[in-house]
């Protein structure tokens, strides 16, 4: 079998970013469902993205340090 290299390739957009773009696309396509199981997981998924972009500011925080 053979293995091909990937080739590098750098995010010209942040995670951070992307996570908080796709969120609010996902509360705008939320918003225009009528209520219902479908709308409510779209709400819970956008709310998930929006966590994870705020833990990443928290994990860049200067006030986390490793141990010297």
């Not at 918003?31 to 998924?45: F, Q």
């Amino acid at each position: 079998m053979l293995l091909t290299k990937r080739r590098p390739f750098k995010q010209q957009v942040t995670l951070e970013d992307r996570l908080c773009s796709w969120a609010r696309t996902v509360q705008d396509q939320a918003a225009k469902l009528p209520p219902g199981p479908n709308r409510e997981a779209m709400i819970k998924k956008a709310r998930q993205a929006d966590i994870a972009a705020h833990l990443i500011d928290w994990v860049k925080s200067p006030g986390l340090r490793p141990p010297k």
